[in-house]
Protein backbone atom coordinates (compact mmCIF):
# COMPACT_ATOMS: atom_id res chain seq x y z
CA UNK A 1 0.00 0.00 0.00
CA UNK A 2 1.53 3.16 -0.71
CA UNK A 3 1.45 6.31 1.24
CA UNK A 4 -1.03 8.00 -0.79
CA UNK A 5 -3.66 5.10 -0.77
CA UNK A 6 -2.48 4.99 3.20
CA UNK A 7 -3.69 8.97 3.40
CA UNK A 8 -6.63 8.55 1.45
CA UNK A 9 -7.50 5.57 4.11
CA UNK A 10 -6.67 7.59 7.56
CA UNK A 11 -9.13 10.58 5.71
CA UNK A 12 -11.86 7.49 4.97
CA UNK A 13 -11.45 6.19 8.38
CA UNK A 14 -11.40 9.52 9.87
CA UNK A 15 -15.00 11.16 8.28
CA UNK A 16 -16.44 7.52 9.33
CA UNK A 17 -14.75 7.98 12.84
CA UNK A 18 -16.74 11.41 13.04
CA UNK A 19 -19.98 9.67 12.09
CA UNK A 20 -20.30 7.50 14.39
CA UNK A 21 -18.80 10.22 16.95
CA UNK A 22 -22.05 11.89 15.94
CA UNK A 23 -24.12 9.53 16.41
CA UNK A 24 -23.00 8.17 19.87
CA UNK A 25 -25.81 9.53 22.07
CA UNK A 26 -28.45 9.72 19.38
CA UNK A 27 -28.48 6.33 17.66
CA UNK A 28 -25.51 4.30 19.43
CA UNK A 29 -26.35 1.07 17.52
CA UNK A 30 -25.15 2.91 14.26
CA UNK A 31 -22.52 4.11 15.95
CA UNK A 32 -21.54 0.82 17.27
CA UNK A 33 -22.42 -0.03 13.54
CA UNK A 34 -19.27 2.04 11.92
CA UNK A 35 -16.80 1.38 14.48
CA UNK A 36 -17.23 -2.27 13.59
CA UNK A 37 -17.41 -1.06 9.70
CA UNK A 38 -13.97 0.59 10.49
CA UNK A 39 -12.35 -2.38 12.04
CA UNK A 40 -13.45 -4.58 9.25
CA UNK A 41 -12.14 -1.70 6.74
CA UNK A 42 -8.81 -1.57 8.03
CA UNK A 43 -8.62 -5.87 8.51
CA UNK A 44 -9.45 -5.99 4.73
CA UNK A 45 -6.53 -3.54 3.68
CA UNK A 46 -3.94 -4.65 6.38
CA UNK A 47 -2.80 -7.64 4.06
CA UNK A 48 -1.14 -4.73 2.33
CA UNK A 49 0.22 -2.76 4.71
CA UNK A 50 4.04 -2.50 5.64
CA UNK A 51 4.69 -3.32 9.61
CA UNK A 52 4.51 -0.24 10.64
CA UNK A 53 1.50 0.66 9.29
CA UNK A 54 -0.30 -2.60 9.86
CA UNK A 55 0.75 -1.95 13.71
CA UNK A 56 -0.76 1.89 13.81
CA UNK A 57 -3.57 1.05 11.44
CA UNK A 58 -4.55 -1.87 13.56
CA UNK A 59 -4.49 0.34 16.74
CA UNK A 60 -6.97 1.96 15.19
CA UNK A 61 -9.09 -0.71 14.73
CA UNK A 62 -8.64 -2.19 18.20
CA UNK A 63 -9.50 1.35 19.56
CA UNK A 64 -12.52 1.03 17.53
CA UNK A 65 -13.92 -1.67 18.87
CA UNK A 66 -13.21 -0.94 22.49
CA UNK A 67 -15.71 1.53 21.50
CA UNK A 68 -18.06 -0.70 20.17
CA UNK A 69 -17.71 -2.68 23.41
CA UNK A 70 -18.17 0.45 25.23
CA UNK A 71 -21.28 1.94 23.67
CA UNK A 72 -22.42 -2.14 23.71
CA UNK A 73 -22.13 -2.07 27.39
CA UNK A 74 -23.48 1.25 27.90
CA UNK A 75 -26.69 0.37 25.57
CA UNK A 76 -27.10 -2.84 27.86
CA UNK A 77 -27.06 -1.16 31.52
CA UNK A 78 -29.14 1.46 29.91
CA UNK A 79 -32.01 -1.54 28.68
CA UNK A 80 -31.43 -2.84 32.38
CA UNK A 81 -31.86 0.11 33.53
CA UNK A 82 -30.06 0.34 36.93
CA UNK A 83 -26.42 -1.10 38.35
CA UNK A 84 -24.03 -0.42 36.03
CA UNK A 85 -25.60 3.15 34.93
CA UNK A 86 -25.16 4.22 38.09
CA UNK A 87 -21.67 3.58 38.93
CA UNK A 88 -20.86 4.77 35.49
CA UNK A 89 -22.25 8.13 35.95
CA UNK A 90 -20.36 8.12 39.23
CA UNK A 91 -17.19 7.94 37.54
CA UNK A 92 -17.97 10.25 34.51
CA UNK A 93 -19.98 12.90 36.44
CA UNK A 94 -17.07 15.02 36.93
CA UNK A 95 -16.04 14.43 33.31
CA UNK A 96 -18.84 15.01 31.72
CA UNK A 97 -19.54 18.35 34.25
CA UNK A 98 -16.22 19.96 33.33
CA UNK A 99 -17.11 19.11 29.20
CA UNK A 100 -20.84 20.56 29.48
CA UNK A 101 -19.26 23.85 30.97
CA UNK A 102 -17.04 24.42 28.72
CA UNK A 103 -17.56 24.99 25.06
CA UNK A 104 -15.39 22.50 24.09
CA UNK A 105 -16.55 19.26 21.96
CA UNK A 106 -15.94 17.27 24.75
CA UNK A 107 -12.21 15.65 23.63
CA UNK A 108 -11.54 14.04 27.22
CA UNK A 109 -14.83 12.54 28.33
CA UNK A 110 -15.20 11.30 24.62
CA UNK A 111 -11.17 9.58 24.96
CA UNK A 112 -12.28 7.88 28.23
CA UNK A 113 -10.06 8.79 31.01
CA UNK A 114 -8.30 5.65 32.53
CA UNK A 115 -6.36 5.25 35.63
CA UNK A 116 -4.43 2.10 34.59
CA UNK A 117 -3.73 -1.24 36.42
CA UNK A 118 -0.23 -1.91 34.73
CA UNK A 119 2.36 -1.25 37.68
CA UNK A 120 5.96 -0.60 37.43
CA UNK A 121 6.34 -4.13 38.30
CA UNK A 122 4.55 -5.74 35.49
CA UNK A 123 7.83 -3.78 33.43
CA UNK A 124 10.80 -5.78 33.38
CA UNK A 125 13.73 -4.12 33.41
CA UNK A 126 14.04 -0.72 32.62
CA UNK A 127 15.30 0.40 36.25
CA UNK A 128 17.40 3.25 35.60
CA UNK A 129 13.92 4.82 33.40
CA UNK A 130 11.86 3.91 36.75
CA UNK A 131 14.61 5.74 38.76
CA UNK A 132 13.56 8.60 37.19
CA UNK A 133 10.13 8.76 36.64
CA UNK A 134 9.85 7.87 40.20
CA UNK A 135 12.20 10.46 41.79
CA UNK A 136 11.02 13.10 38.98
CA UNK A 137 7.54 12.60 38.91
CA UNK A 138 5.96 10.57 41.59
CA UNK A 139 7.95 11.98 44.28
CA UNK A 140 7.02 15.34 43.49
CA UNK A 141 3.27 13.97 43.31
CA UNK A 142 3.62 11.93 46.80
CA UNK A 143 4.97 15.84 48.18
CA UNK A 144 2.97 18.40 46.56
CA UNK A 145 4.45 21.24 49.05
CA UNK A 146 7.71 20.65 48.92
CA UNK A 147 8.09 19.98 45.31
CA UNK A 148 6.35 23.80 44.91
CA UNK A 149 9.05 24.94 46.89
CA UNK A 150 11.79 23.61 44.72
CA UNK A 151 10.06 25.09 41.57
CA UNK A 152 9.59 21.52 40.46
CA UNK A 153 5.90 21.77 39.05
CA UNK A 154 4.78 20.56 35.62
CA UNK A 155 6.33 17.65 34.16
CA UNK A 156 5.95 16.73 30.58
CA UNK A 157 7.82 13.44 29.71
CA UNK A 158 9.15 12.47 26.38
CA UNK A 159 9.43 8.91 25.88
CA UNK A 160 11.54 7.35 22.82
CA UNK A 161 13.10 4.26 22.01
CA UNK A 162 12.81 1.43 19.01
CA UNK A 163 9.28 -0.19 18.68
CA UNK A 164 7.58 -2.97 21.50
CA UNK A 165 10.08 -1.64 24.33
CA UNK A 166 7.97 -0.41 26.77
CA UNK A 167 6.76 3.09 26.37
CA UNK A 168 3.22 2.83 26.05
CA UNK A 169 3.19 0.76 29.16
CA UNK A 170 5.38 3.08 31.26
CA UNK A 171 2.97 6.04 30.60
CA UNK A 172 0.22 3.78 31.94
CA UNK A 173 2.02 2.96 35.12
CA UNK A 174 3.02 6.44 35.76
CA UNK A 175 -1.23 6.89 35.36
CA UNK A 176 -1.14 4.02 37.81
CA UNK A 177 1.29 4.90 40.79
CA UNK A 178 0.08 8.55 40.92
CA UNK A 179 -3.55 7.78 40.24
CA UNK A 180 -4.19 10.13 37.88
CA UNK A 181 -6.44 9.17 34.94
CA UNK A 182 -4.60 8.84 31.48
CA UNK A 183 -6.14 9.85 27.83
CA UNK A 184 -4.56 8.22 24.73
CA UNK A 185 -4.44 10.52 21.62
CA UNK A 186 -3.17 9.82 18.47
CA UNK A 187 -2.91 11.58 15.48
CA UNK A 188 -5.62 10.24 13.61
CA UNK A 189 -7.66 11.46 16.72
CA UNK A 190 -6.94 15.00 16.42
CA UNK A 191 -5.44 15.87 12.88
CA UNK A 192 -8.08 17.00 10.62
CA UNK A 193 -7.10 18.62 7.24
CA UNK A 194 -10.12 21.25 6.70
CA UNK A 195 -8.85 24.80 7.93
CA UNK A 196 -8.24 25.80 11.15
CA UNK A 197 -9.66 22.48 12.48
CA UNK A 198 -6.20 21.17 13.68
CA UNK A 199 -5.62 23.94 15.42
CA UNK A 200 -8.83 24.58 17.01
CA UNK A 201 -8.73 20.51 18.27
CA UNK A 202 -5.15 20.73 19.68
CA UNK A 203 -6.87 24.66 21.90
CA UNK A 204 -9.28 22.45 22.67
CA UNK A 205 -8.21 19.56 24.06
CA UNK A 206 -5.45 21.51 26.25
CA UNK A 207 -8.11 23.84 27.30
CA UNK A 208 -10.04 20.93 28.43
CA UNK A 209 -7.01 18.61 30.04
CA UNK A 210 -7.14 21.78 32.35
CA UNK A 211 -10.57 21.69 33.32
CA UNK A 212 -10.10 17.83 34.11
CA UNK A 213 -6.80 17.85 35.71
CA UNK A 214 -5.51 15.94 37.48
CA UNK A 215 -4.86 14.30 34.54
CA UNK A 216 -2.27 12.28 31.93
CA UNK A 217 -2.38 13.12 28.22
CA UNK A 218 -0.54 10.49 26.48
CA UNK A 219 0.31 11.50 22.71
CA UNK A 220 1.26 8.94 20.82
CA UNK A 221 3.20 8.46 17.56
CA UNK A 222 4.21 12.14 18.50
CA UNK A 223 6.32 12.16 15.40
CA UNK A 224 3.27 12.30 13.57
CA UNK A 225 1.71 15.27 15.31
CA UNK A 226 4.70 17.30 16.05
CA UNK A 227 6.58 16.84 12.57
CA UNK A 228 9.72 18.87 12.01
CA UNK A 229 8.46 22.08 10.24
CA UNK A 230 11.33 21.81 7.73
CA UNK A 231 9.84 18.84 6.50
CA UNK A 232 5.96 19.88 6.68
CA UNK A 233 4.25 19.85 2.65
CA UNK A 234 1.17 20.22 4.24
CA UNK A 235 -0.58 23.41 5.00
CA UNK A 236 -2.90 22.51 8.35
CA UNK A 237 0.31 20.93 9.93
CA UNK A 238 2.66 24.16 8.81
CA UNK A 239 -0.50 26.01 11.19
CA UNK A 240 -0.73 23.45 14.04
CA UNK A 241 2.68 22.16 15.57
CA UNK A 242 3.18 26.11 15.85
CA UNK A 243 -0.22 25.80 17.75
CA UNK A 244 0.93 22.64 19.46
CA UNK A 245 4.46 24.62 20.59
CA UNK A 246 2.51 27.25 21.78
CA UNK A 247 -0.29 24.98 23.90
CA UNK A 248 2.63 23.19 25.39
CA UNK A 249 4.99 26.27 26.67
CA UNK A 250 1.21 27.96 28.12
CA UNK A 251 0.47 25.17 29.76
CA UNK A 252 3.96 25.64 31.73
CA UNK A 253 2.74 28.52 32.69
CA UNK A 254 -0.92 28.10 33.75
CA UNK A 255 -0.25 24.42 34.96
CA UNK A 256 0.08 23.23 38.64
CA UNK A 257 1.60 20.40 37.68
CA UNK A 258 -1.63 18.74 37.68
CA UNK A 259 -1.63 18.16 34.06
CA UNK A 260 1.03 15.53 32.57
CA UNK A 261 1.64 15.16 29.15
CA UNK A 262 3.51 12.16 28.25
CA UNK A 263 4.76 11.80 24.71
CA UNK A 264 6.04 8.78 23.00
CA UNK A 265 7.75 8.56 19.61
CA UNK A 266 10.16 5.89 17.92
CA UNK A 267 11.33 8.14 15.52
CA UNK A 268 12.08 10.86 17.71
CA UNK A 269 14.65 12.45 14.96
CA UNK A 270 10.71 13.43 13.20
CA UNK A 271 10.00 15.80 15.81
CA UNK A 272 10.13 19.21 15.31
CA UNK A 273 13.48 20.42 16.96
CA UNK A 274 11.78 23.10 19.18
CA UNK A 275 9.60 20.32 20.56
CA UNK A 276 12.65 18.71 22.08
CA UNK A 277 13.38 22.20 24.29
CA UNK A 278 13.58 21.18 27.67
CA UNK A 279 11.43 24.34 28.16
CA UNK A 280 8.56 21.80 26.79
CA UNK A 281 9.79 18.27 27.96
CA UNK A 282 11.76 18.56 31.09
CA UNK A 283 12.15 14.70 30.74
CA UNK A 284 13.31 12.79 27.55
CA UNK A 285 14.01 9.34 28.38
CA UNK A 286 14.81 6.74 25.94
CA UNK A 287 13.64 3.23 26.42
CA UNK A 288 16.35 0.60 25.84
CA UNK A 289 15.75 -2.34 24.01
CA UNK A 290 15.58 -5.26 26.94
CA UNK A 291 19.03 -6.78 27.72
CA UNK A 292 19.41 -10.36 28.66
CA UNK A 293 18.42 -10.14 32.02
CA UNK A 294 15.02 -8.53 31.28
CA UNK A 295 14.35 -10.55 28.07
CA UNK A 296 14.39 -13.67 30.51
CA UNK A 297 11.92 -11.83 32.41
CA UNK A 298 9.90 -11.09 29.72
CA UNK A 299 9.83 -14.87 28.46
CA UNK A 300 8.85 -15.23 32.51
CA UNK A 301 5.93 -13.08 32.14
CA UNK A 302 4.86 -13.95 28.79
CA UNK A 303 4.92 -18.09 29.62
CA UNK A 304 4.28 -18.29 33.65
CA UNK A 305 0.66 -18.49 33.22
CA UNK A 306 0.46 -21.26 30.41
CA UNK A 307 1.07 -24.93 30.61
CA UNK A 308 4.87 -24.92 30.74
CA UNK A 309 7.62 -27.70 31.02
CA UNK A 310 9.09 -27.68 34.38
CA UNK A 311 12.40 -25.76 35.22
CA UNK A 312 12.48 -23.58 32.26
CA UNK A 313 15.96 -22.33 31.56
CA UNK A 314 14.57 -18.54 31.13
CA UNK A 315 18.03 -17.21 31.65
CA UNK A 316 19.24 -19.37 28.49
CA UNK A 317 15.93 -18.13 26.51
CA UNK A 318 16.71 -14.22 27.78
CA UNK A 319 20.59 -14.93 26.37
CA UNK A 320 19.60 -16.24 22.70
CA UNK A 321 17.01 -13.41 21.94
CA UNK A 322 19.12 -10.65 21.25
CA UNK A 323 17.58 -7.89 19.64
CA UNK A 324 14.18 -8.92 19.93
CA UNK A 325 11.56 -6.41 21.83
CA UNK A 326 9.07 -7.25 24.58
CA UNK A 327 6.78 -7.02 22.14
CA UNK A 328 8.56 -9.43 19.67
CA UNK A 329 9.16 -11.69 22.88
CA UNK A 330 5.23 -11.71 23.56
CA UNK A 331 4.71 -12.70 19.56
CA UNK A 332 7.61 -15.40 19.75
CA UNK A 333 5.93 -17.38 23.60
CA UNK A 334 2.06 -17.07 21.56
CA UNK A 335 3.80 -19.07 18.74
CA UNK A 336 5.74 -21.41 20.41
CA UNK A 337 2.24 -21.83 22.72
CA UNK A 338 0.25 -22.54 19.16
CA UNK A 339 3.07 -25.35 18.61
CA UNK A 340 2.75 -26.86 21.86
CA UNK A 341 -1.34 -26.16 21.42
CA UNK A 342 -1.23 -28.21 17.93
CA UNK A 343 0.99 -30.68 19.67
CA UNK A 344 -1.97 -31.70 22.35
CA UNK A 345 -4.56 -31.38 20.15
CA UNK A 346 -2.77 -33.93 17.96
CA UNK A 347 -1.96 -36.50 20.71
CA UNK A 348 -5.62 -35.75 22.31
CA UNK A 349 -3.37 -34.93 26.07
CA UNK A 350 -2.19 -31.67 27.51
CA UNK A 351 2.01 -31.16 26.33
CA UNK A 352 3.51 -28.27 28.12
CA UNK A 353 5.00 -25.66 25.95
CA UNK A 354 9.38 -26.93 25.97
CA UNK A 355 11.88 -24.99 25.83
CA UNK A 356 12.47 -26.16 22.53
CA UNK A 357 9.29 -24.32 21.34
CA UNK A 358 10.36 -21.23 22.15
CA UNK A 359 13.52 -21.50 20.61
CA UNK A 360 11.81 -22.94 17.17
CA UNK A 361 9.60 -20.04 17.63
CA UNK A 362 12.31 -17.45 18.20
CA UNK A 363 14.27 -18.93 15.01
CA UNK A 364 10.58 -18.39 13.15
CA UNK A 365 10.45 -14.23 13.79
CA UNK A 366 13.34 -12.26 13.28
CA UNK A 367 14.18 -9.52 16.05
CA UNK A 368 12.78 -6.13 15.27
CA UNK A 369 16.13 -4.02 16.78
CA UNK A 370 18.90 -3.78 14.62
CA UNK A 371 22.46 -2.18 15.06
CA UNK A 372 21.70 0.67 12.83
CA UNK A 373 18.38 1.33 14.37
CA UNK A 374 20.19 1.62 17.67
CA UNK A 375 23.11 3.89 16.73
CA UNK A 376 20.54 6.29 15.01
CA UNK A 377 19.31 6.69 18.52
CA UNK A 378 22.27 7.14 20.10
CA UNK A 379 23.15 9.48 17.59
CA UNK A 380 20.28 10.95 18.10
CA UNK A 381 20.89 11.18 21.96
CA UNK A 382 24.44 13.24 21.47
CA UNK A 383 22.75 15.73 19.45
CA UNK A 384 20.00 16.92 21.18
CA UNK A 385 19.66 15.12 24.50
CA UNK A 386 22.03 16.51 27.56
CA UNK A 387 23.15 13.96 29.47
CA UNK A 388 22.01 14.47 32.78
N1 LIG B 1 9.84 -4.01 29.79
C1 LIG B 1 8.75 -4.76 29.58
N2 LIG B 1 8.46 -5.79 30.41
C2 LIG B 1 7.38 -6.57 30.19
N3 LIG B 1 6.54 -6.41 29.17
C3 LIG B 1 6.77 -5.42 28.33
C4 LIG B 1 7.89 -4.54 28.48
N4 LIG B 1 7.88 -3.65 27.49
C5 LIG B 1 6.82 -3.95 26.74
N5 LIG B 1 6.15 -5.00 27.23
C6 LIG B 1 4.97 -5.63 26.65
O1 LIG B 1 5.14 -5.61 25.24
C7 LIG B 1 3.99 -5.13 24.59
C8 LIG B 1 4.29 -3.82 23.88
O2 LIG B 1 4.65 -2.85 24.84
P1 LIG B 1 4.29 -1.31 24.69
O3 LIG B 1 3.03 -1.16 23.93
O4 LIG B 1 4.37 -0.68 26.02
O5 LIG B 1 5.51 -0.87 23.79
P2 LIG B 1 5.76 0.51 23.05
O6 LIG B 1 7.16 0.88 23.30
O7 LIG B 1 4.70 1.49 23.42
O8 LIG B 1 5.59 0.06 21.54
P3 LIG B 1 5.27 0.98 20.27
O9 LIG B 1 6.47 1.82 20.03
O10 LIG B 1 5.08 -0.04 19.23
O11 LIG B 1 4.06 1.77 20.61
C9 LIG B 1 2.93 -5.00 25.67
O12 LIG B 1 2.20 -6.17 25.70
C10 LIG B 1 3.71 -4.83 26.96
O13 LIG B 1 3.02 -5.35 28.03
MG1 LIG C 1 3.16 2.35 22.28
Known sequence: MGEQEERELIIEIQSMLEK????????ANEAMKIYLNISKLILGKSSN??????????????????????????????????GNKETEKADYSKYLKAGKNSESNGFIVDLHPTIYETTFQDIAGLEEVKQIIVRQVIKARENPEMARRYGITGRNILLFGPPGTGKTSIA????????????????????????GEFEKNIRSLFEEALKHAPIIIFFDEFEALAPRRTSINSSYMKRGVPEMLRQMTDLRKKNDGRVIIIAATNNPWDV??????????????????????????IFHIFLKDLEI?????????????????????????????????????????VSPVTAEDVIRALQASTPSITDSQMKKYHDFMERYIQKV
Not at 59 to 75: H, N, P, Q, T
Not at 336 to 345: K, Q
Open 20 to 27: AKSLEESD
Open 49 to 82: MGVESKKRFMEIAERALDRRDFLSKKEESIKKGT
Open 172 to 195: QAISHEISYPMVTVTPSYILDSRF
Open 272 to 297: DEAMLNPERFDTRIFIPPPDSKSRAE
Open 309 to 349: EENMDFEQLGQISEGFSAADIKYVCRTAAEYAFSRAVEMNE
